[in-house]
């Protein structure tokens, strides 16, 4: 995939991708192609030749198959929250906004699916399954905003990933547009199903480099009723690493565990110039539980709180009505913007097995002091992914330049022998690409690079993504 | 893949292999190869030439890298319980028993993950996960005999599956030996890992066409310390798939819903000379709920059983105690083997959304009628996965020839129609993989073929299998 050739896009290439579209749906200028020239990552900025905003299956097939023909590089693009530039037109091309694409087909409550088109806004799909009492627990912070398709190619998570696992667990069928334009469906609204290889569970999380999904058959489950959400702050990193084993072991999967350390609760007071909850301990847990009965949540976090003290928490929050609990949820989505305001930035989503967080946090704060680069971190414990932002604050941009590739490979190298990886749920995109090398092997490289090339032989969709450069 | 030009093992190889495993792991005699000849696959047999006990993934690796450059068909063999012919050497070679493979090497009790060989016994891991309060949910029915390599492989499903879903959502990390000899680990310990293309996935279900997984993660849950299994006979299958499609709707996820039709119970009673409950029945539904509190396993019992009486169940029963439970899983378990003992048999696994089983079973009813030819059907209702036993009882050899492939064909389109597909948890294997072209497009199929020469391109490991001849 190194040094692609493409071709610029002619007037009659745009002539034809217009006749697809539409007049109204094709965008060249450059203040109309800002909105697509970016995503969430840093600050980086593409511009593409050409947006087009299909409507359908048949407009992206058309599209696929024209510009597989001329040679032109194809970037698909949900809401534009990715962390790691998988929607950025690297080698410029054509942006394919799925935002036309936004209807929920279907809400099947006997069967417990949803049958969506990728541009649907997963808060949109999170109301539309509540209306009919169900629920689709996948929930990244951006939920707002992002979409189906993003989430799918991404394999996006979420805090309830703990309890409920991430995007992958929820798709069972999807209809895809192949980089040639020839468009097929994989699965169904099946529980199991053995027919083949599993290419639903190939695609998701592919980063939009193998096809383009068009529509996505999603499980559902019947919607908790009840929640409780606890704070529980600790003085040792260990000691909340060791309360969040023990829970487990009582037999309790809370719907969230998130971790998050002074620094940022420090920097979401200074933002938002407020106080909030046991700022002053060295490590916050956040934990949610949800079910139907209220008795069973009152006992969950009962035990939890126990847990906690008992591992040296200083004292346990509850909150059990639902203004309180969007209060602790608040600070929790917060951090994230308030760590990011700091400075420049750069924020690399680290997963470890869950246990070996503390030896993560640790390692962070060995490489920050070692190299003279502030750190702050905060993630989703349970699942053994952490958010390390490497933030430039007091430092030259020489400095910064010299230091971070080194900070981030000590970083990722440590992860690697903690038992993680590079990425949890961020993906690997353009920003992480050549430090994949450090997590795969050779051998593992090579058979992904050859998967794109059975979907992809000319390399056109969403290049520069994903696979090293090397 | 057709048509492939494999060669014969010469006595240099013979030599070369039984280097690598030891004089007592490789045999070559017709009455030591017999046990690796056949599966649960009806009545099929297909002699190895050789068959060999390797002990480590480094021994597996220097297996395939010696009938790599050979060009000698290997085939994996697990427990050999698989229905669809999955471990029958079709072109002769050598099979690979991983039986020697069979420690469990940790049961990860922090972290909640199990790491394994593939010849671990299903039931092993149930137990060793059980002594530490945590539980492995796949029970494919075979659990007493098969291995959890054979589980991934055929991604491998169950009663329980209905709650805590197939092999695939707990398989989280591989160490694999690819047909060429190289070995390559992916994921690992981590509920959340988005690096690069999720090759675990495309890995499970694959049948053993793509490499061999040598040491396998997986997730395990903490373990529901109590049940109550439910029976409840209906008149009509209408009324019990209503009753069930309510049970959803009321928040209940049972941990299994079973499916008896009438004629697998009175079979069941022939070959017992027992009488079973409720065999009069059109239909039986068997229901198990696990959870930690007997008050909410109560309440859910109560409501289930509410529900299918609203719905038309005769009456409810409900065993509280391990021993009643035990003997109505008897009843559902001995079931398989007492319709297969009729006569000559096909079992077929459909698998339709789960609201429109009784349609499928209409189907099937008015193909048997048809045909002239005896259908009797059992399953898990829950996931609309029904094993449709097609029996060859009182007609000819050459009428059952004639018609056997016209019904088989018949039934696999009806379930397509449905939204199914022609196996849910069975796999497609030798048996079934000339009708998968009814399930799946030419595209998919395109891209599977080049997905297996990825792989395989030689096409040694398992071949015959789950690709179509043409």
Request: hydrophobic share 40%.
């Amino acid at each position: 995939m190194s040094d692609p050739e493409f071709n610029k896009i002619t007037p009659e290439i745009y002539k034809a991708l217009k006749n697809i579209v539409g007049d109204k749906y094709i965008f060249t200028e450059k203040f109309d192609l800002e909105p697509y020239s970016h995503d969430e990552t840093e600050d980086l900025v593409f511009y593409p030749e050409v947006a087009v905003l299909p409507a359908s299956t048949k407009d992206i097939s058309e599209i696929m198959s024209l510009c597989h023909e001329n040679n032109i590089p194809v970037t698909t693009r949900g809401g534009g929250t990715g962390l790691s530039g998988g929607a950025l037109p690297v080698y410029g091309g054509v942006i394919l906004s799925t935002e036309r694409l936004n209807r929920i087909i279907e809400i099947d409550t006997e069967n417990l699916m949803a049958v969506v088109e990728p541009g649907v806004i997963t808060h949109n799909l999170h109301q539309a399954a509540e209306e009919k009492g169900l629920f689709y627990p996948v929930d990244p912070a951006s939920k707002e905003s992002c979409t189906i398709g993003g989430n799918i190619a991404e394999c996006a998570g979420g805090p309830r990933a703990l309890k409920y696992g991430v995007t992958k667990d929820y798709v069972y069928g999807l209809t895809c547009v192949l980089p040639d334009g020839r468009v097929f469906k994989t699965g169904g609204k099946l529980l199991k199903n053995v027919s083949g290889y599993n290419l639903a569970q190939l695609i998701v999380g592919s980063e939009g480099t193998l096809c383009i999904a068009t529509e996505i058959i999603l499980k559902l489950l019947p919607l908790p009723t009840h929640k409780r959400t606890l704070l529980a702050p600790f003085d040792s990193l260990q000691d909340a690493a060791e309360a969040l084993t023990q829970i487990f072991m009582k037999k309790i999967i809370p719907s969230a565990a998130e971790f998050i350390e002074q620094a940022a609760i420090k920097a979401a007071e200074d933002k938002y110039e407020k106080k909030f909850p046991h700022s002053d301990a060295v490590a916050l847990l956040l934990f949610e539980v949800d079910g139907d009965r209220e008795d069973v949540l009152d006992e969950q976090a009962e035990k939890i709180g126990e847990i906690c003290v008992e591992y040296g928490a200083e004292d346990v929050f509850v909150a059990d009505n639902p203004e309180k609990q969007e209060e602790m949820w608040q600070m929790r989505r917060n951090i994230g913007e308030a760590v990011k305001s700091i400075a420049i930035y750069k924020e690399e989503d680290t997963v470890v097995p869950r246990a070996r967080l503390p030896e993560l946090v640790e390692k962070i704060s060995a490489i920050s002091k070692k190299h003279g680069i502030l750190t702050i971190s905060y993630g989703h414990a349970g699942d053994g992914n952490i958010h390390c932002n490497i933030i430039k604050k007091d430092i030259s941009d020489e400095d910064w330049n010299e230091k971070l590739p080194k900070v981030i490979e000590e970083l990722f190298r440590e992860v690697v022998i903690l038992g993680g990886s590079i990425s949890g749920e961020h993906g690997i995109g353009w920003v992480q690409k050549n430090y994949l090398p450090i997590a795969l092997s050779k051998v593992e490289l090579e058979l992904m690079k050859k998967i794109k090339e059975v979907f992809d032989p000319k390399g056109i969709l969403n290049p520069g993504k994903l696979l090293p450069d090397l």
